[in-house]
Each structure stands twice: as C-alpha cells, then as structure tokens.
C-alpha cells in the first residue's frame, strides 16, 4: 500500500465545480482517496495551482505516420537532444520527437492522458508499439474509418447497423478508442487521384457522399454506445472559403447523447477560413464558433497554428499533396489499403506571411468566441498547428489581452483587416484553461467515468502541480510567469506516484491503453459475416486471422465494454 | 603547434571508432579527449601515440596529423572543425568533415563515404577517391554543402554533392551515378565521366568534362560554350521540378 498526501494545494477541479479552493489531496494505490494514515509521504504545494492531470484530445504522437515524420526529417531530430539521464532515455526531436521525448516533455507540462488522433487500422500495432514507449501517460488511439470500403458499401446499402458492425468489429480487433473521420471519402478519392470539395460530392466508384458517411458514422457511433463520439475532421482542410463546408457538416448532426456531444469537431482552425483563394483569404472564426455556441452537441478543439517550423501530419493525403505545391519542399504520402491513406509535409508557419498570421488569429478567435470552454479545447494538433510544447504560450495568450496585443504587433500588417481577433477583449481565467486542457477533454472524450480528469476520490490520481500562485500572480499582466509555470510543474503525480519534478522525469513509468469492446449480437458479428470475410480474403494483403492486434501488444491493458444495440 | 596522433597497432578489429573529438581546436586544451569503439569509451592515448610539438594560442594555429595503418577505421574526425589543419597520411573513415566550417583537411589516401557532409566553409582535399555521398546532404536533409570546397584527385562514388547549396566541389577522376543531384546552388565539376548528372537541379551549375551516361531527357538543350579551353553543351532543368539550373557536358548519351 503506497499513500501520497498533497497537502494546502489551490485546486481547480472544474468537473467538481471545484474553482481555486485550498483542500488537500488524499491519494492511495493509485487512486484519489477520502483520507490516508499518518504514514502518508507527503508533499507540500501551499497555494500552488493543482489540477488534475493535463488530457490531450488530439495529438499526433505514436504509429507509422509519427514515424515517418521522423525517418524524413533528419534535421528535426537533430534538435532536441538530450543525453540519458537518470531513468530519462536519450532524446531526440523537435516537432516529431522520439516516442520518450513525447512522454517527458508532456510529463513536465503535467499532462497524464493522450488521444493519439488517427491510427490507420491495418498498422495499428505500430501504434500500440510506441504506445509501450510512451511510458508516463496513457494512451488511447483514434481509429480511421473514412475510406472504409466495408464502411461505404453499406452506407451505399443505407445499412446503418452494418455500419456499427463493421466499426465494432474493427476497434475490437485493432484495440481502439475512438472512430475518426478525416476527410471522410475524399482520401479514399485521393487513392484515385481525386477529392471531395465538400459535403455532397460523390466518392468515386462508392456512389456515396460525405455527408452520409458523416451521418451514417455519427448513427453508428452511438448505437454501439462507444464512450467517444465521432472524431472528425471536415473535408475541404485548409482552403479559403471552407467555413462553408464546415458549417454545412456541423448541420448534419443530431443530438444523439445526453451524455456528452455527438461529434467531436477537429483542428477548426484549419476550418474556419473565408475569401474565394489567397489574396482574399481572411478568418471565419465567427459563424464557426457562433454555431457551435447554439449546438451543444458539438465540441471543438482549436488546432491552434504558432509560428516556427513543424511537421504537418494527416491521413488527409490530398490536402498534404496540395500544401506540397504550394511550398516544393518535401511530401510523403501513404496509401493504406482498403482504409484510409496518409500524408506528411515539413511546414514554417510564419510571422511574416499574411496566410499564416491569420490562420494563428484564427486558433484563438475560436476559444475566445466559443462561450463555453467546455466546447472549445486546447489543442494544436500536435504537431501539425506547432508541437505540444507551445500549449503554456497559447494559454498565456487566452489569458491575456496585453500578450495578444503585444504578439499581434509583430504578424504581417494586414492581419488586421482580415481577422476579428483585435476586437475581442475576453481573457480566460485559470478556471476555464483548466476546463480546456483536462475537465473539457476528459468529458469529450468520455473518460471522466474511468477516473480522468477529476480529483474526486476513486480517481486514477493523476495530479499536475504547478509552481504558481494564482492568488499573487495576474495572467493578464504577468503572461511571462503563466507561461513558464505552465511549461514545468513542480510535481506531476501519475497514478500515485510522482513521475516528475522540476523538469526532470523521475520514474520509468508504465502506461495504461484504453480501448473498446463492443458487445455485439451473432448475428452482426463480423468475423462471421461470410461477405465480411471474401472481402477480407480477397483485398486486403493479409489474413483476417492475423490482421487483429493481440492483448500482448498493449501494456496495461483498459478495456471498456459497451452494450451496443445491435 | 603540431599534435602527431600515430595509431598504435592493435588487434585485428573491424569495429570502427567514433573519433569526433578529434579537430583542431580541441588540443588547445591538451590532448585528454575519449573516442569511442563500440560501446566503450577509449582514452585518446589508449589509441594513438600522442607527440606534441609546439604551442599554440589559437584553433587556427593548430595541426593535427593523422598516421598509421589504420586510419579508414576512424570516422567523423573533423567534425564541426571551424580552424586549423588536418592532414591524414592515409585514409579516412566516414563522417569525415561533418559541419566543417572554416580550415583545411587534407587526405592522403581514400575517404568514406559522407566526406564534407553539409560543411558550409573550410577546404577539404583528398588524394586518393572518395565514396559515396562526397559532400552531400544526409538522409531526408534539405540542404548539403553550403559553402566551401571539396577537391578529390581521384573517383568519387555516388550521389556526389547530393543537395548541394553553396560552395565548390572538383572531381578529377570520374564520378558514380546521380553527381549533383537535388542540386539548389554552387558549383560541381568533374573532370571524368558520371551518369544523370544533376538530376531534379533547382540552381547552381554541374560541369561533367567527360562523357554524361544517362542523360536526363528532362533538360533543355541551349546551345555549345566554351569554359577553359573545351566547348561543352550547355542545358538548362531539370525541367521536371521548374529548375533553372545550369549542367554543361563535354559529351553526353541518353538511355536507350
């Protein structure tokens, strides 16, 4: 029995409603606790910030498309590196660092929980693999189903329930999390040499749209009763005027779960932009946000971009390929079959370019516009808006009015034409950054019922400590001291046990993988479905029997299990 | 100052040794440097036999010179060098010139391959042939030799000058397959034959005196010059990325 007693800590804990009381937190095996012994190690964090651990809704951090990002940059991985040190592995990397970079530069900032965003079903083990690598967090992978020609056949059939078969069948069998779409058909478009613009284009040879895809999923989705909604990301990525088609999607969506919301919009930012092409490209961030104030089945994240060198990284291959036209620089691009594809371009978002000086006003105009923050989250689709490691600077940003400002002096000059974001005046309190970075995140996604993103005894305590006072201290003034709290706790606390301090990772740590079982009736059961099955056998380049990810692959191994109503 | 590294004789070993420490302005500071040979971490004079002559106040007035049998073994030796003199008196391992930026290393013998990988200054000269990647970019890098010179008297291997941005590189042998490729800018001649010379250029120019085998049907032809005494056809491309670089060939044959 380990006990760890946290003691005059200043919590914010939004999903109790707890805003900067001082308590003290009782934690045993693991777990957050009503009391422990005198015997208790304990840690003094008088009157520092103490959240729950930090959950990441989407971040690209483990699987094939990670690492070819990283086998095509040699000169990111050259930065970064740091010697082993203690229990701490060499590193190396910048925006696709190596799989332990990952975990303790998250470790440091106190982040506990993350959502790999898109694992392409056929390399799933990949994922799972570097998962096992990803040590001081736990994991859980997003599932792509946009080009799924099970999927779209049905969907042309108008069979829903097949659909949710298909879907179950496959997270079962690839130990996934949650479903996503990107780009639902036009990837699959692309592996003719093809797209969708928006919504109701036709995906080559399926005779089916978009939109029914969207809404098919979406149906499925709730009908196996998966803890995660529908994970999207919108056709029509990055091109002027796409606010339209975003809209357009967003107005497919039911309310389907009183739960949480039905979908789970992804990196809007990228989604949010106006004019007819480049020269009159200018931000669209208020009819987004406007709507997603008036839907409450709809979460966001910000897909914040900020200036420096990255690595873009998509299963959205067509929109890589164009992205690859406009700048001539790299481009890698992956077609898995059957499933989905993939493409990856090294990327400098600049201060001095109008494009992406509007595109970083974007980003922010949608949490400041969306009025409750448990709808819009903070994220930069690690790495493809900048890496995680700038999360302290965009919530100094949402803080601060007087940082805005002072940031906005040095984009391009007419930035200031094209965007609203000079107009607003709203800074977040710490309340609402805790809300967008762990409570939010942990609701989206589904997981607050399994001990995340809450410090209410039964937890999984998973604290994040860090080394400010709020009561002294004054976000919007002294943005420099949020920032540099923000980027290193005084303790990160996973699962009892303190896992770093002060910028140093301290344990080796061993991660947990959530992922889903459906209960699904014989009669919908895939693996018996003998269409099901001469699909498989014809197309796909292995056998059915070897394509599931066996429970040696993961870890520490969570497993939900959900009754579907099929 | 003249810093004399012999390498002491030793077992018959293939295993190379990761000598990085080994430039110029190191031994400013004395000669207390480690190499490593596999996963073991040597003692500078538990490889070599170390004579110092001399002193000196500046990188710039240091010379190291490299002897024995068995030099090939050691790589990356003049790693990030930035001043002074290394001169081989042999052959060099892989890595050698790394990020040099300023100074001279001069070979005796062969280098490896990756000789004046991405260097930006400095001059590096090799006697004998270099192998492949001679002054190139690494694997997935943009950008490779950025600025100067890399003389080789004799072959080079493939992909010589991959990615080059900047700088001189001369080839007075002849040259392996895809000299000059992905090139944005500087200079490549050589003085032998190659094949696909400059493939994917962007800028800069290529001078092949000899024969170029496998020519690429993707640059256009603009007429003869005369450069130093040879009349050479002149083509623009590579076409196939919209480059404007400039490759000139003595003589030239396309694939069948």
């Known amino acids: ?566 | 100052m003249k810093v004399t590294l012999a390498m002491k004789p030793a077992a018959k070993s293939f295993v190379p040794i990761e000598a990085e420490s080994i430039v110029p302005k190191s031994f400013l500071a004395g000669t207390e440097y480690s190499v490593w040979r596999g996963n073991r971490e040597l003692r500078l004079d538990e490889i070599f036999t170390i004579t110092v002559e001399g002193h000196a106040e500046r990188a710039e007035e240091v010379e190291v010179v490299l002897s024995g049998d068995e030099t090939s073994r050691l790589k990356r030796v003049g790693e990030y060098m930035d001043a002074g003199k290394i001169t081989v008196l042999g052959g060099i391992g892989m890595h050698c010139g790394n990020f040099m930026s300023g100074g001279t290393i001069e070979i005796h013998g062969n280098a490896d391959g990756w000789l004046g990988r991405e260097m930006t200054g400095g001059t590096i000269i090799c006697r004998g042939d270099a192998a492949d990647y001679c002054a190139s970019g690494y694997r997935g890098g943009r950008k490779g030799m950025k600025g100067g010179s890399v003389e080789v008297f004799g072959n080079a291997g493939d992909f010589l000058a991959e990615h080059i941005a900047g700088g001189t590189v001369v080839v007075h042998g002849s040259a392996g397959d895809m000299a000059g490729v992905e090139m944005h800018g500087g200079t490549l001649v050589v003085h032998g034959d190659c094949s696909r010379p400059a493939a994917n250029m962007k800028e800069g120019s290529c001078y092949v005196y000899g024969t170029a085998h496998g020519m690429l049907p993707t640059f256009r032809k603009v007429g003869t010059v005369q450069h130093e005494g040879r009349t050479l056809t002149h083509f623009t491309g590579d076409l196939a990325n919209r480059g404007k670089g400039n490759l000139f060939v003595k003589d030239y044959e396309y694939l069948d």
Request: aromatic share 8%; glycine share 8%.
């Open chain 1, 1 to 566: 029995m380990s006990e760890l007693l946290v003691k005059n800590a200043r919590v914010i804990d939004p999903l109790r409603g707890i805003n900067a009381e001082v308590m003290d937190i009782a934690i045993r095996d693991g777990k957050i606790v009503e009391e422990v012994s005198g015997a208790a190690e304990v840690i003094d964090a008088r009157g520092m910030l103490t959240m729950p651990g930090g959950v990441d809704s989407h971040t690209h951090i483990c699987g094939t498309k990670v690492n070819f990002g990283r086998y095509m940059s040699p000169e990111d991985m050259r930065a970064g590196r740091t010697p082993r040190r203690g229990p701490m592995h060499a590193t190396s990397g910048y925006s696709v660092p190596t799989t332990y970079a990952n975990s303790y530069r998250y470790s440091v900032m106190g982040y506990t929980t993350l959502l790999e965003g898109a694992m392409a079903p056929l390399e799933a083990r990949h994922t799972h693999e570097e998962f096992t690598y990803t040590p001081l967090q736990d994991t859980m992978a997003n599932t792509l189903f946009d080009g799924n020609w099970g999927i779209m056949e049905a969907i042309r059939d108008g069979d829903t329930k097949r659909v949710a078969a298909i879907i179950g069948w496959t997270l079962r069998a690839v130990k996934g999390f949650g479903v996503k779409l990107t780009n639902p058909g036009g990837t699959e478009a692309w592996q003719w040499g093809q797209n969708v613009s928006c919504i109701r284009d036709p995906v080559p040879y399926f005779e089916v749209t978009p939109a029914e895809i969207i809404r098919s999923v979406v149906e499925a989705n709730e009908l196996l009763g998966l803890p995660h909604s529908v994970h999207l990301h919108c056709n029509n990525l990055g091109t002027p005027g796409n606010y339209t088609c975003t809209l357009g999607s967003f107005g497919l969506i039911p309310d389907l779960n009183k739960k949480r919301q039905t979908l789970y919009a992804t990196h809007v930012q990228f989604h949010a932009y106006g004019g007819s092409g480049w020269k009159d490209f200018c931000s669209k961030s208020e009819p987004i946000a406007n709507f997603v104030n008036m839907r409450p089945q709809i979460v966001m994240d910000m897909g914040q971009v900020m200036f420096g060198r990255t690595t873009t990284m998509t299963a959205d291959g067509p929109m890589e390929f164009n992205l690859y036209r406009l700048h001539h620089d790299k481009w890698s691009n992956h077609d898995v079959e059957l499933e989905t594809g993939s493409g990856i371009i090294p990327v400098v978002y600049r201060r001095k370019n109008l494009v992406n000086s509007i595109m970083w006003a974007i980003g922010l105009e949608l949490a400041l516009l969306t009025k409750s923050p448990w709808q819009c989250l903070l994220t930069t689709d690690n790495p493809n808006g900048a890496p995680f490691v700038k999360y302290p600077e965009i919530a100094a940003l949402l803080m601060s009015k007087r940082y805005r400002d002072a940031e906005f002096a040095t984009v391009h000059p007419d930035t200031e034409s094209r965007v609203p974001l000079p107009a607003i005046d709203r800074e977040l309190d710490w309340y609402e950054i805790a809300v967008m970075t762990r409570a939010g995140a942990a609701k989206a996604l589904g997981i607050q019922d399994l001990g995340k993103g809450h410090l209410a005894p039964g937890a999984d305590a998973d604290v994040a400590i860090y080394p400010i006072l709020i009561d002294e201290v004054d976000p919007s003034v002294d943005y420099r001291k949020v920032i540099e709290a923000l980027s290193q706790t005084e303790y990160t606390i996973k699962r009892g046990r303190v896992v770093a301090r002060r910028g140093e990772c301290v344990v080796d740590g061993s991660n947990a993988t959530f992922w889903v079982k459906p209960k699904i009736s014989d009669a919908y059961d895939m693996g018996k479905d003998p269409d099901f099955i001469e699909k498989f056998d014809r197309y796909y380049t292995v056998r059915m029997r070897n394509y599931p990810v066996q429970e040696e692959y993961l870890n520490r191994n969570r497993c939900i299990e959900t009754e579907a109503g099929i």
